[in-house]
């Protein structure tokens, strides 16, 4: 037996219970696994450290959102040395199973409250968000990267100089510093309908279960937002965007020209990144089942990049023919 499978062993063990008594469920996009334990509302976490996962960050943040009075599973039990945790089980009732054309304004209404108030509770509990990293622009330039290392050279065969990733880095900076987002907010970051719960046993915005979380940051509320609005997973009509977009602005109170290239920005580095990571995944991980979203990535891009804010960025990519961004 391998040490991990030792461990996985020990670790079931302790918490009362035998390999017999899980079963794999499906996986995200990370190295994380992630088994149920059969007859039990209770799910088994699999986050191997050396692959930089990490159950106790998991844990931070979920203490974070207790302290918000939202809903986190809740934690049974925890091996940080290991990566293992032993926690809640929300069930089959994740928004994207659920949403039809009869709830999908209520429950994204309800998903934008809940982001409304992390805004809100945020501003007024900055200690307690004192052990989170600062999604800064170095952070997020970073993971725009992505898209030059994994979708620009390694899947359209484009060769991109030091210099032209140095002119990369300088435009999203200079966009970033031009717009001034907020920075002082709980953000998420994997906030879209796969990772949200409808609980039915609860009341107000509790009835929203947050997972996926664990690599929560302090940044804009606006990147939260856009992964909910934007997702390539399930694009929004633009009538329905437009109307939770309203309802946004109106239950924060901000200036609306501003969160509207707010969320520009931040929805092309988050698709930069995502075209990135999906090619990766195909790439280096033969998970080739997210290649299926890359024209609904490429879509949102066009639509943002035709701000002429972001001018410098369209001629920046104008140098490269074999793509179909612009």
């Known amino acids: 037996m391998e040490n991990r499978d030792l461990n996985l062993h020990r670790f079931l063990i302790n918490c009362g219970f035998k390999e017999e008594d899980i079963i794999s469920i499906k996986n995200d996009a990370s190295f994380r696994k992630y088994y149920r334990i059969k007859n039990k509302n ?82 007024s509990k900055e ?18 990267l992505l898209f030059i290392d994994w979708y620009l050279e390694k899947r359209k065969g484009e060769l991109v100089s030091i210099n032209q990733k140095k002119e990369f880095i300088q435009i999203l900076s200079d966009n970033y510093n031009n717009i001034k987002p907020q920075s002082s907010t709980l953000v998420l970051r994997d906030y879209h309908v796969d990772n949200l719960f409808y609980l039915s046993n609860q009341r107000s915005l509790k009835q929203v279960g947050l997972i996926d979380f664990q690599d929560a940051v302090i940044g804009s509320p606006i990147y939260d937002l856009v992964s909910l609005l934007e997702d390539v997973r399930r694009p929004l009509a633009t009538n329905l965007q437009n109307e939770l977009l309203e309802f946004y602005i109106k239950g924060v109170n901000i200036n609306v020209q501003n969160a509207e290239q707010e969320i520009k920005f931040f929805s092309i580095q988050r698709n930069l990144k995502i075209l990135g990571i999906f090619c990766r995944l195909s790439i280096r991980d033969k998970k080739d089942s997210y290649l299926k979203y890359l024209p609904n990535t490429v879509k949102l891009l066009r639509k943002n990049l035709q701000d002429p804010f972001f001018i410098n960025l369209v001629n920046w990519l104008k140098q490269f023919k074999n793509h179909e961004l612009i």
Do not use: C, W
């Open 42 to 123: 209770l799910i088994l976490m699999d986050a191997p450290p050396e692959k930089g996962e990490s159950v106790e960050q998991f844990k931070t943040v979920a203490d974070i959102i207790y302290d918000f009075n939202l809903s986190a599973p809740q934690i049974i039990s925890l091996d940080t040395k290991h990566g293992f945790m032993l926690l809640e089980d929300f069930g089959q009732t994740s928004f994207s199973k659920i949403l039809n054309k009869e709830n999908e304004s209520e429950l994204y209404k309800k998903a934008i409250e809940v982001l409304i108030e992390i805004n809100r509770q945020s501003k």
């Open 127 to 144: 200690k307690r968000l004192s052990k989170l990293k600062s999604y800064s622009i170095d952070l997020l330039v970073n993971e725009s």
